[in-house]
């Protein structure tokens, strides 16, 4: 278990798909993913609705203590999943909204106001894709062995 107090967790149970002891990376194949009914940012969230098909990497210190096949748990924090709200609903949800208004004022045309926030959007999610090695970075579960 990684060395970190959580006072709000999120939990998701799953089992080892594949360990990377070099990199210290763990593949987690999730098998609790429908227990996400009840959070807000499950219609998001790249865990919720997939059921155990999911696969999740996690970077840990001591892969060695793990094994294939083994039953774990992945802890987060809630200040984390704020966090991927903010990301991925609330930014471009203003980034949208500021665009369409800008354009509108600017242009008085609210076709061109409209493909402008969908443009400024998928430009917000290709810049996220473009750097989600240095995001992953920021949301990163803790691993913990089932007893």
Do not use: W
């Amino acid at each position: 278990m990684e060395d970190i107090e959580y006072v709000d967790r999120i939990e998701h149970e799953g089992i080892i798909a594949g360990i990377n002891v070099k990199t210290g990376e763990i593949k987690v194949r999730l098998t609790d993913a429908d227990d996400c009914g009840g959070c807000p940012a499950a219609a998001v969230c790249s865990i919720s609705g997939k059921g155990d098909k999911e696969l999740v990497r996690v970077d840990t210190l001591h892969p060695d203590r793990f094994s294939v096949g083994e039953r774990v748990r992945l802890v987060g924090t809630e200040r984390m999943h704020r966090r991927a709200i903010v990301i991925g609903t609330v930014i471009p949800c203003v980034a949208m909204l500021a665009v369409m208004v800008a354009v509108y004022l600017l242009t008085g045309s609210q076709p061109a106001a409209a493909l402008c926030g969908l443009g400024a959007t998928m430009f917000f999610f290709v810049l996220l894709y473009l750097m989600r090695d240095r995001v992953r970075h920021e949301f990163r579960f803790a691993i913990e062995k089932l007893s």
